[in-house]
């Protein structure tokens, strides 16, 4: 699967973004997406992952309530949009694709190491 991620960007505490995550080359309904982040000087970390169905989404503690991830697979997308944006949400975001079509329609992963395919990331900035 290659991914393509857009849609980052620099904005002022409080904006908002939607980033999106478009897939090609395998059968895009096969695969839980996720998406991570990695600021300067830190570990990678789970944002949010969406089962291959759709019907399972989960967060990371610091974006659960925020951050709303879904999925068109018409299109191949997965889009993640961003409210409510901190100074501690600048990051590259990068979007990342499961095969989890045999695992259950829930099955989603926020551990890194299970998704085998990951876009090039995009740029979010906040400014305070």
């Known amino acids: 699967v290659q991914l393509q991620a857009s849609g980052g960007g620099s904005v002022q505490a409080g904006g908002s973004l939607t980033l999106s995550c478009a897939a090609s080359?395998?059968?895009?309904?096969?695969?839980?997406f996720g998406w991570f982040r990695q600021a300067p000087g830190k570990e990678r970390e789970f944002v949010a992952a969406?089962?291959?169905?759709?019907?399972?989404?989960y967060y990371g503690d610091s974006v659960e309530g925020r951050f709303t991830i879904s999925r068109d697979n018409a299109k191949n997308t997965v889009v993640l949009h961003l409210d409510s944006l901190k100074p501690e949400d600048t990051a590259v975001y990068f979007c990342?694709?499961?095969?989890?079509?045999?695992?259950?329609?829930?099955?989603?992963?926020?551990?890194?190491?299970?998704?085998?395919?990951w876009g090039q990331g995009t740029q979010v900035t906040v400014s305070s």
């Open positions: 990342a694709a499961d095969f989890t079509v045999h695992s259950g329609r829930h099955y989603l992963a926020y551990d890194s190491h299970e998704y085998e395919y």
């Open positions: 080359g395998r059968t895009f309904s096969n695969y839980a």
């Open positions: 969406i089962s291959w169905s759709g019907e399972s989404t």
